[in-house]
């Protein structure tokens, strides 16, 4: 059974950091290509970060660029999403997903979520 585990959520004022983790389980990680997304209250779930399989790859929203870092540890089989300078806008739940393809166009597994509130 395949589980991706989010933690690392929680309240934070803006400009502070959070660091998620999402740990993956009944999968061969390191043959997925890793995402996040994160969906807002009344807002379609979007596309924030990815790292693709088999390389260090890795591409964001242009709204996260330069603050957002994606990362993966293959030997804890978990993807990390570091937040810096975080803003009231980032208020959202996170998500991870794995994809077998390149890209994360076809995603195969969903976490359950981690809220982030981001506060003034």
């Known amino acids: 059974q395949v589980q991706l585990v989010e933690s690392g959520g929680g309240l934070v004022q803006a400009g502070g950091s959070l660091r998620l983790s999402c740990a993956a389980s009944g999968l061969s990680f390191g043959i997925y290509s890793m995402g996040w997304f994160r969906q807002a209250p009344g807002n379609e779930r979007q596309f924030v970060a990815g790292i693709r399989r088999g390389s260090a790859y890795t591409y964001y929203v242009d709204s996260v660029k330069g603050r957002f870092t994606i990362s993966r540890d293959f030997a804890k089989n978990t993807v990390y999403l570091q937040m810096n300078s975080l803003k009231l806008e980032d208020t959202a739940v996170y998500f991870c997903?794995?994809?077998?393809?390149?890209?994360?166009?076809?995603?195969?597994?969903w976490g359950q979520g981690t809220q982030v509130t981001v506060s003034s």
């Open positions: 997903a794995a994809s077998s393809g390149p890209a994360l166009d076809v995603l195969d597994y």
